[in-house]
């Protein structure tokens, strides 16, 4: 019994895996073959639902074949999971966050044939030859200047949640180079609407203690502030708790916080006025449009900001419900401005 | 800068150091109940993160707060007991088998939340938490009242824990047991004691105590679980405890400068002084505390070995 067993599960296998390698061979179509590979899974409602979405709007657009591979949380199957997908004869491969640009940087060497996409990450293209590497960043700084305008018009202002000492806050998870990137554009967003605004920034110094992210954006709240924008991952969500209970107003970072809490977390989520977006979606949508047109600038790195839509900010219904019209000119205005190159938003990487 | 003196000597600031000080008595306490006992005891990190997960599960499942308590708690013994099965029966070192732990509860507790989610993000849970609790007569005393009264009814069941510590440690048999063991294992052995037992019941204690404080994280602190969200608490509480010579105490007040330096970090955080020297004061209070404490007792220590080097040499030359 158990050897029939047995048996039967080799022969799964076998037949398991004579498909896959099979499935990895049929480049008959003339179609661009794309290939998404999560390393997470989606129903994130963040980078990987919006990188998924990237790719459902690519397939119907465009004459081309796409597959998503979610490759789970579990962060030892994703080298070798890529190198085998890397094998399937794809014309692109897309993965993305600094977490696979190691194994993307190896498996570019081997298969130069194959084109690959990373996303908020780059790879080093001082480390070696990576003309097939195209690579994604994003101009969080330049989103920030939004959302740090949209903080000190509402600092100022004589909304609900608004308080008296012109006042904001900003809570990042480590001074590093790109949290401090969210920094810049925040503090020049807001100077640039409301220049005597006071700005109070503070590192949690990780991005897993909620506890302390609360407690700092308490602190800062205690202090005066009644913006508080918060980039700084697990840890942020505390900052927002704090804004919901002190009943100020706070920003969300990299998708929509809103959405995110909306139904779990009500009370905190009615204090998100709005969150700074990363489009992973449209980032993806642009890069595969400029690969069909044979103008995408493989072998480089390129970083999307608000002309190319790649950063943004949420426009949900609480954002409709509590920004008044006149501050959505105003930041439609500033939106335009930087689109044309009138204002330059400083950065922080680099330097 | 006025603005910030105002805010530290503020009510609000106080306030602040008791609700910091909150999530690192629990587990000093359990360090400080197993070195009692002889052992170091580092996975209070791990099982505290237990706690906090199991807490927000079981709250969430059976919408009962008591439930998510006694689950908490329930984890909270045993893991504490785990890690006395390898430490005591399998022999392992109690330090390495600590680090397993903790490494457990971190890859453990992420890979159930993305069985029970489903991979969805972590704070699409929302738990019930512990409420905040205000004492009506001290409400009203002036100062006082506003910094003791309206905490996290966590915050006073840590308080409370410190004077169990007490009872259990000075005034039970297990107690002394515990401390008898600790000092002198042979000859806790050599009056009939089963200092294996002994050592386990002390794990288990202080697995009770770091459940509490895991459970006040995820279920007072904030609402939900993220992964690793304990962030260091469990290794500061070794300090605290030590800072405290494990007494009830002196446990309570190491624990309560992590809580004031921490709360004090917070507040001039929004200064402008490079991040990375606020984030190296509680850890440069650590050593400095350390090494006086250390100078303190060793001043004495060195007095008492030269008394007794002289009434030796006394006893000699009355011999001879």
Known sequence: ?351 | MTSLLDSIFSVEFLFAVLRVSTPLIFPALGVAITAMSGNINIGLEGIMLIAAFTGVIVSIYTESLMLALLAGVASGIFFGAALGYFHLKLKADIILAAVALNFLASGLTIFLLIVITGGRNTSALRSLTFPSFSIPLLRSIPILGPVLSGHNIMTYVAFLSVLVYYIVMFKTPLGLRIRAVGQNPDAARSVGIDVDRVKLYALMISGVFGALGGLYLSMGYVSWFSRDMVAGRGFIAVAAATMGSNLSLGTLLGSMLFGLVNTLTIYIASLDIPSDLVQSIPYLATVIVLAVYSARNFAPRKRRAAHRRRQRAQAHGKDT
């Open chain 1, 1 to 351: 019994m158990k050897r029939i067993l047995m048996l039967a599960v080799a022969g799964l296998i076998l037949v398991s895996g004579i498909s896959f390698a099979g499935g990895g061979q049929e480049a008959a179509s003339d179609s661009t073959r794309i290939l998404l590979y999560l390393n997470g899974t989606r129903g994130d409602q963040s980078f990987f639902d919006s990188a998924s979405r990237g790719i459902e709007i690519v397939s119907q657009q465009f004459d081309v074949e796409t597959r998503i591979v979610e490759g789970g949380y579990d962060s030892s199957a994703w080298q070798p999971d890529l190198a085998q997908l890397a094998g399937g004869g794809w014309d692109i491969i897309i993965a993305g966050t600094w977490q696979l640009a190691e194994y993307v940087q190896d498996l570019a060497v081997q298969y130069p044939e194959t084109t690959f996409i990373v996303y908020d990450t780059s790879v080093d293209y001082s480390a070696g030859d990576f003309s097939n590497v195209y690579s994604i960043l994003y101009s969080q700084n330049e989103g920030s200047f939004i959302v740090g305008a949209l903080a000190g018009m509402l600092t100022a202002s004589d909304l609900d949640r608004a308080r008296s000492g012109n006042t904001i806050g900003f809570i990042g998870g480590m001074d590093i180079p790109v949290i401090n990137d969210f920094r810049v554009g925040f503090e020049q967003g807001a100077r640039q609407v409301n220049p005597n605004v006071r700005i109070l920034a503070a590192y949690v110094g990780n991005f897993n203690d909620p506890a302390r992210g609360k407690e700092l954006a308490l602190a800062q709240i205690e202090q005066g502030a009644d913006v508080i924008f918060a980039a700084a991952g697990e840890s942020g969500l505390g900052a927002l708790e704090a804004a919901g209970e002190q009943n100020v107003f706070s920003i969300g970072v990299d998708s929509d916080q809103y959405m995110l809490l909306r139904d779990s977390q009500p009370n905190i989520a009615a204090a998100v006025v709005t969150s700074m977006l990363k489009n992973v979606d449209n980032s993806v949508v642009y890069a595969i449009e400029r690969y069909l047109d044979g103008t995408l600038a493989i072998g480089q790195a390129e970083l999307l900001g608000i002309r190319e839509d790649g950063v943004g900010i949420a426009r949900n219904e609480n954002f409709e419900r509590i920004v008044p019209q006149a501050m959505i000119d105003e930041l439609d205005r500033l939106i335009e401005m930087i689109d044309a190159g009138e204002i330059v938003v400083d950065t922080a990487i680099g330097q």
